[in-house]
C-alpha cells in the first residue's frame, strides 16, 4: 500500500516509474527486480521493506560511496515524521550491492512492534510516503508539489476504502477521529 502511494504521486508528477512483479518473492524477486532495473536503466532503485527484531526506528541504507550516501541524506533530510531516521552504508545487500544505479534501500519502521505498526497503518504511511516523494522529487530535480484535494483514501488497519467526494469525506473522517487521510 505504500509503494501504491509512492508510485502514483511519481507518476503525478511526470516521473516514469518501473515497479517489481508482485508475484515475484524471495531471492526469486531480488534478483528479477535488479535485473529488470539496471535492463531498463533507471536512474535510481527505491526499495521499501518494514522490518522485525524489537527495534524502533527508520533507516535509509545505500551503497558505501560519497554519491549513493548524499542519496540517502534527501531521505534522511525530509523523512520527519519518525523520531529516529538513520542513513546506513550497506554493501553487502544485494539490492544495494547488484544495481547498476544507485541504490536508496528505506527500512520504514518494525512491523513487529506494535505502537509503531499501528501508527504506520493509522497515519505513517501517508506522511512517509509524501516525505519520499518529496525527495525523490529534489535527487531528480523535478518540482515537488502537493497533491490536489481529489480521491481520499480511509486508513485503517488492514482496511481501505476509496471516497470520490474530497471535501465531504474529509469531514467524515475528521468526524470519525481519523487525522490521517492519504491523498
Known amino acids: 500500500a505504500y509503494m501504491d502511494i509512492v508510485e502514483k504521486r511519481l507518476i503525478d508528477l511526470g516521473f516514469d516509474v518501473k515497479r517489481g512483479d508482485e508475484r515475484y518473492t524471495g531471492s526469486k524477486a531480488l534478483s ?4 529488470e532495473a539496471n535492463r531498463w536503466k533507471a536512474d535510481l ?6 522490518n522485525a527484531g524489537g527495534g524502533r526506528y527508520s533507516m535509509t541504507m545505500c551503497y558505501d560511496s560519497e554519491e549513493s550516501i548524499a542519496k540517502a541524506n534527501v531521505i534522511h533530510k525530509y523523512r520527519k515524521c519518525v523520531l529516529s531516521h538513520k542513513v546506513v552504508t550497506r554493501p553487502d545487500l544485494y539490492e544495494i550491492n547488484a544495481t547498476a544505479m544507485p541504490c536508496l534501500y528505506d527500512e520504514l519502521f518494525f512491523h513487529d512492534n506494535a505502537e509503531d505498526c499501528e501508527w504506520f497503518h493509522r497515519e505513517g504511511m501517508a506522511k512517509m510516503a509524501e516525505e519520499t516523494v518529496q525527495a525523490l522529487c529534489e535527487l531528480c530535480g523535478v518540482k515537488y508539489t502537493p497533491e490536489p484535494a481529489g480521491k481520499l483514501y480511509r486508513v485503517q488497519v488492514g482496511a481501505y476504502a476509496v471516497y470520490e467526494n474530497a471535501v ?16
Do not use: F, N, S
Not at 465531504?168 to 491523498?183: H, N, P, R, S, W
Open 168 to 183: 465531504e469525506m474529509q469531514k467524515k473522517l475528521k468526524a470519525d477521529g481519523y487525522d490521517a487521510i492519504i491523498v
Open 45 to 50: 532503485y527505491y526499495v521499501a521493506h518494514t
Open 32 to 35: 528479477a527486480r535488479v535485473t
